[in-house]
């Protein structure tokens, strides 16, 4: 990376012809995101990007600053890749400071400090992306030399500077003090250790990170501090900052009357939005600064944005990256046509001091009205843990994590979701509670890295479809990790568990207390016959797994699983019921605001004019929000936990049944009118399909599988994209299989041509059961043929032609499945002791969730967010309707917040 330059320096290449201009104003790490998004998406090549920085360097990893002081090199900070720069559509000014902006004329003027060098640019669309200057409080004497602020490479460059100074002139250690006890604090504090001075935190406030912390985290943070040989004063307000005899800084002077000599002031206690250009051209601003945009990023005037901490969004500014991130990927959506919204800013925070281990996520101080507590301390071991969890105990709002914030790249990407099993287990030392945390169990969709929007899906399709062996590739190929770094050790474990997946020379042990493989375990329960978890555990767990294990979120679920799919047993019986996956536990899917969606089964996706209307009744009476499925059927969102068996009973009435969206099963199978309509169908693909479903409805397998059924080649049922695709000819049916959709979509492949119906349905049978058999835990089918014995082939000898002798055990337990199934739903309404388990409070089993809220959109309702509540615009949950019988009732506990 160049040094500072003498004059401006500008990244350009030769003028290309593209329509429309955009001009950022700003060169940091937003900036950055927001070309770098803009060019992968604009693959027409409509706009033209032109970039001014005031800094020297192209965009550089601001969050990282600190590692400048352990021998760490500004150019090693860089974002991105520097082809991104090379782009002919992008233009890179660096040291050119924008003056001026002329909305009614669409230009902005820019200088670079040098008579006669200011030039006016004319653009399409503006974007502000100014960032944010250190915030310098009114204290006099902060103008003194050896004073400073901790924001960029010059800042920090300059403060080594400083130091390496002092230390030469005085020849004894450098005594330095920062003001503020922020995360920015607490870092510059650090860098002052690491450069040999010593430190002193100044803290206006009761407790160091406030803003993060709760008092119990700021004590034990405090001590952790103090350990490193940083001293603290809390609650202590700096009312002077006076010079030595040299006329630099030389001391501090406190409101209490105490005084500090020093020799160098690092000032962090905030930050202002560098809103000026907004001001001056009329835009408006926020109550404390920061430009005023909308939730797409736009400001009142249509040709110029906002993004990053300039950026005022629901009334006020966000000093965090990752939500400047994702402002970036609205405007770069929005300039291409899109309708993109600001999501909501993710607020975790970790600290980033060696030796220092903090971490504070979602709803740190449990403002959620009926929030719960679970608070862990230990003084000796330094160590202070708290969860914040919803009125149930289960579903996770928040967390501060201090001395071991080992379980925060696991806890981030669960809030809104139910923890599962004990969330003590999070709070103790890992492994002390003996249970496991889960830690590479996230769901697809879980946010592992929060500041490039990265989820535990894409490394692991990182892994699978990229061939990334280890966690720098992994890194290179999805970026997380890349910014602030807190997710890595979560990264980690993922791509090790995609590795041992894949084959290499990792353990194949389910979890710590099964040796045995998914596979394996499968075949010794089915030698043995064992009926429960417990018997299971005690014939063929691990021989080291930990002394009183009862098993844990990972064998759980696959034991219940096994167990389904060799007895076909309700998932709530007995001993079962506590082995099974949140959703599964109350046969519906849960949903971001706490409630469920309701899922009834419309085999083919045919259904009666009279179910659509009994359908569509219940979605009335009970105010759900009502959407088709890609899957061809209906889906109801809102229900509250209490409902859910007072709705199962109307639609059970009606003729439904349970859609199974909520297992690891059969969801649907996709078709076609076929010939029953189409003039171009060449067999009853609908029939088919009814059939199909019908037969495999509520089978259990290692992870979700679909089928379609089209009736003829131009598939219209998209059957090729199904875990079972069948395409009809005129000779029969062709079959194909391993097709997934998701983040790895894969196309199927063909397994056999023209077979007549009860061919096909003896080889889909085969097919399920020997992936059932023999797939790993959470293992699609497209990965499940690549890896089996012989792959496609293999799999085509197994059940074609019976390869291993074991058609006829497959033949045999899809009869018995068959043979065996009932409707969950219907099991569960017939049984008193199932339906004591539906109940949102157990004193109050037909009382709705206070804290559910809605607001009208498109004429229906959906969860209001905290902006829409806070401004009264939300409505409360909508009760139960009065002639309604209830069929909750059971025993009652006393649950206290």
Known sequence: MDERPTQ???????????????????????????????????????????VFAEEPRPPYDRVALTSYFSGRDPEDLALGEPELWEDPL?????????????????????????????????????????????????????????????????????????????????????????????LLGLEAAGAMQALGAQSTVVQFGTHLMSAQVDLGGGEALRRLINQLGVAVRVSTATTRLRPNRRGTVGGLEFADGGRLDVDVVVVATGIIPRDELARTSGLAVGERGGVVVDEACRTADPHVWAVGEVACIDGSCIGLVAPGYAMAEVVADRLLGGHAVFPGADTATKLKLAGVDVASFGDAF????????????????????????????????????????????????????????DPSAYLLPDGASGL???????????????????SAGTVRGAVTEHGCTDLASAKACTRAGTSCGSCLPLVKKIVGAELAKAGLDVSTALCEHFALSRRQLFDAVRVTGLQTFSDVLERHGHDQAPVGSRGCDICKPVVASILSSLDDGHVLDGERATLQDTNDHVMANLQKDGTYSVVPRMPG???????????????????????????????????????????????????????????????????????????????????????????????????????????????????????????????????YVGGNGGFTPRHAQLLAEDLDTETLVQTVDRFLMYYIRTGDRLQRTAPWIEEVEGGLEGVREVIMEDSLGIAAELDAAMAAHVDRYEDEWRATLDDPEKLQRFASFVNAPTEADPSLAYVTERGQRRPATAEERAAGLAVASSPTPADEPVLVAGPTLEVRA
């Open 90 to 182: 992008v233009s890179l000014h660096r040291g050119v400071v924008v003056t001026a902006v002329d909305r009614e004329a669409r230009t902005v003027t820019t200088s670079t400090g040098r008579a006669g060098a200011d030039r006016t640019v004319p653009y399409d669309e503006l974007v502000l992306a100014t960032g944010s200057g250190a915030f310098v409080p009114p204290i006099p004497g902060t103008d003194l030399p050896g004073v400073f602020v901790y924001r960029t490479v010059d800042d920090v460059a300059a403060l080594r500077g400083w130091v390496e100074e002092q230390e030469r002139r005085w020849n004894r250690p450098v005594r330095g003090a920062v003001i503020g006890g922020g």
């Open 8 to 50: 401006a320096e500008s990244i350009t290449t030769t003028p290309v012809d593209a329509s429309r201009h955009l001009v950022i104003v700003g060169g940091g790490m937003v900036a950055q995101r927001l070309v770098e998004a803009l060019r992968d998406r604009d693959t027409a090549g409509v706009w033209r990007i032109s």
């Open 366 to 421: 449990a403002r959620t009205p009926g929030a719960l507590e679970l608070v862990h301390s230990d003084p000796v071991a330094g160590v202070y843990t708290k969860l914040v969890l919803s009125d149930d105990a289960r579903t996770l709002l928040g967390g501060v994590l201090v001395g071991d914030a080992s379980a925060y790249a696991t806890l981030r990407p669960m809030l809104g979701r139910e923890l599962g099993g």
């Open 605 to 735: 996706g045919e259904v009666t004019p009279e179910g659509l209307i009994a359908v569509g009744q219940v979605a009335k009476d009970f105010d759900l929000y009502t959407k088709i499925t890609g899957g061809q059927r209906v889906d109801m969102f809102g229900a509250r936990l209490e409902q859910l068996p007072l709705i199962w009973r109307r639609l059970v009435d009606a003729g439904f049944e349970s859609g199974h969206a909520y297992g690891k099963s059969l969801r649907t199978v996709k078709s076609c009118v076929g010939s029953t309509w189409c003039r171009f169908g060449v067999q009853d693909s609908t029939s088919l399909a009814v059939a199909l479903e019908l037969r495999y409805r509520g089978l259990r397998a290692p992870h979700k599988f679909k089928l379609g059924v089209s009736g003829c080649a131009r598939e219209c049922a998209e059957a090729r994209a199904k875990d079972v695709g069948i395409i009809a000819t005129d000779q029969g049916w062709n079959v």
């Open 436 to 454: 496991s945390r889960g830690d590479g169990d996230l769901p697809d969709d879980a946010t592992v890295c929060s500041c490039n929007n990265v």
